[in-house]
């Protein structure tokens, strides 16, 4: 029904940067709420950041200051720029869209694959 396809991750040393991407596809009628969310080996998954349809922004305290997350609607995709990388910041990265579909008329969450970042210090 709908596809979460993620790109960017990637090893990097400590203060570099990543941009991650995340493209959508499918019976698409709108997306709400987009996200990133990470789980490092032997912990939870957790909420990294989410952007509304409106471009309102949340993100982890862990994080803020050196991420963003942002959106391209006409494109059905969601970027997390990720600069001043630490080690604690090592995980597999996952994509989330609450996605309304064409048919039926309702929504639901979809995941990506994930993807591994790995800074090392």
């Known amino acids: 029904q709908v596809q979460l396809v993620e790109s960017g991750g990637g090893l990097v040393q400590a203060g570099g940067s990543l941009r991650l991407s995340c493209a959508a596809s499918?019976?698409?009628?709108?997306?709400?709420?987009m996200g990133w969310y990470r789980q490092a080996p032997g912990k939870q998954r957790e909420l990294v950041a989410v952007i509304t349809n409106g471009g309102s922004t949340t993100y982890a305290d862990s994080v803020k200051g050196r991420f963003t997350i942002s959106r391209d609607n006409a494109k059905n995709t969601v970027y997390l720029q990720m600069n001043s990388l630490k080690p604690e910041d090592t995980a597999v990265y996952y994509c989330?869209?609450?996605?309304?579909?064409?048919?039926?008329?309702?929504?639901?969450?979809?995941w990506g694959q994930g993807t591994q970042v790995t800074v090392s210090s």
């Open positions: 989330n869209a609450n996605v309304v579909l064409t048919f039926p008329r309702l929504a639901y969450d979809y």
């Open positions: 499918g019976r698409i009628f709108s997306i709400n709420a």
